[in-house]
């Protein structure tokens, strides 16, 4: 169904189409910037490249629509609908997507500094390359994403879901990944440098090669720190560990299979 051109009008004229029935629409390399779109209906519609910082699109229905290298900064993004989006190279820095479903979406490159995700479902999304450096991520939902060569530095991540999640080279120094659930992630080659993993779940995880300098909580209750992968603890079997086992630097996890997790849109 195509979108209702007396609301792209309006839209184009007066930069307010709360609600509107945008489905399917061209609106490429506009500059919407200040918009209202709060719940408007904009899946599939393409808005590649276009400007729209500042603008309001809480609560939007965004599913599968093109966003590639379109401006978001600073835009409202709360509780939209956005499962299979575009979002490829796009500006997304500062904005507001808290409690946003972006399942699967592509997020490929895109630039999430500063950005609250707090709550957000991105469930098998694609961030390879993404940056989400001192982002707001407490409780989200990242099980089975690819965030390989990510950039999260400084981040908040507490309580969040990264199950089965792919972390190949990202840089997670200092994040906040206490109470993070990394069952089954692959972290091989990632800088977790000075990160707070206090109460994580790394059961399954692979951590060979990665950087743990200054990493904090690896061992519940009385041990805060934690051994470089290539100076295993003499036993795998103790009762404080909250992971099976610390790999050696030049050892691959039994679990490796792993690095084939399906990637939503571009390969790594």
Same mark, same amino acid.
């Given at each position: 169904?195509?979108?209702?051109?007396?609301?792209?009008?309006?839209?184009?004229?007066?930069?307010?189409c709360?609600?509107g029935?945008l489905?399917?629409?061209?609106?490429? *390399?506009?500059n919407?910037?200040?918009?209202?779109?709060s719940?408007?209906? =904009?899946?599939?519609?393409n808005l590649?490249?276009t400007?729209?910082s500042?603008?309001?699109?809480?609560?939007?229905?965004?599913?599968?629509?093109n966003f590639?290298?379109?401006?978001?900064?600073?835009?409202?993004?709360?509780?939209?609908?956005?499962?299979?989006?575009?979002?490829?190279?796009?500006k997304?820095n500062?904005?507001q997507l808290? $409690?946003?479903?972006?399942?699967?979406?592509?997020?490929?490159?895109t630039n999430?500094?500063?950005?609250? =995700?707090? $709550?957000?479902?991105?469930?098998?999304?694609?961030?390879?390359?993404?940056? =989400?450096?001192?982002?707001q991520?407490? $409780?989200?939902?990242?099980?089975?994403?690819?965030l390989?060569?990510?950039q999260?530095?400084?981040?908040?991540?507490?309580?969040?879901d990264?199950?089965?999640?792919?972390?190949v080279?990202?840089?997670?120094s200092?994040?906040?990944?206490?109470?993070?659930?990394l069952r089954n992630?692959?972290l091989?080659n990632a800088?977790?440098?000075?990160?707070?993993?206090?109460?994580?779940?790394?059961?399954?995880?692979?951590?060979a090669?990665?950087k743990l300098?200054?990493?904090i909580?690896?061992?519940q209750?009385?041990?805060?720190?934690m *051994?470089?992968?290539?100076?295993?603890?003499?036993?795998?079997?103790?009762?404080?560990?909250?992971?099976?086992?610390?790999l050696q630097?030049?050892?691959l996890?039994s679990?490796?299979?792993?690095?084939?997790?399906?990637?939503? $849109?571009?390969?790594?």
């Amino acid at each position: 169904m195509s979108a209702n051109n007396a609301h792209i009008k309006r839209l184009l004229a007066t930069k307010q189409c709360q609600g509107g029935d945008l489905r399917d629409a061209h609106l490429t *390399r506009l500059n919407l910037s200040g918009a209202d779109l709060s719940g408007a209906k =904009l899946m599939f519609a393409n808005l590649n490249g276009t400007n729209l910082s500042n603008a309001n699109l809480s609560g939007a229905e965004l599913s599968f629509a093109n966003f590639v290298a379109a401006d978001l900064m600073s835009s409202d993004l709360s509780g939209v609908d956005a499962k299979g989006v575009n979002f490829l190279d796009a500006k997304l820095n500062h904005a507001q997507l808290g $409690g946003a479903d972006l399942v699967f979406a592509n997020l490929v490159n895109t630039n999430l500094e500063e950005a609250n =995700l707090s $709550g957000a479902s991105l469930e098998g999304a694609n961030l390879i390359g993404a940056n =989400l450096n001192n982002t707001q991520m407490n $409780g989200i939902n990242l099980s089975g994403a690819n965030l390989g060569h990510a950039q999260i530095r400084n981040a908040n991540l507490s309580n969040a879901d990264l199950s089965n999640a792919r972390l190949v080279e990202a840089d997670l120094s200092d994040a906040n990944l206490s109470g993070v659930n990394l069952r089954n992630a692959n972290l091989l080659n990632a800088n977790l440098n000075g990160a707070n993993l206090t109460g994580a779940d790394l059961t399954g995880a692979n951590l060979a090669q990665a950087k743990l300098d200054g990493a904090i909580g690896l061992y519940q209750d009385n041990l805060v720190g934690m *051994r470089p992968p290539d100076r295993p603890p003499a036993s795998h079997n103790h009762p404080n560990m909250s992971y099976v086992s610390v790999l050696q630097t030049n050892s691959l996890h039994s679990s490796s299979n792993h690095l084939g997790l399906p990637r939503p $849109g571009l390969p790594s």
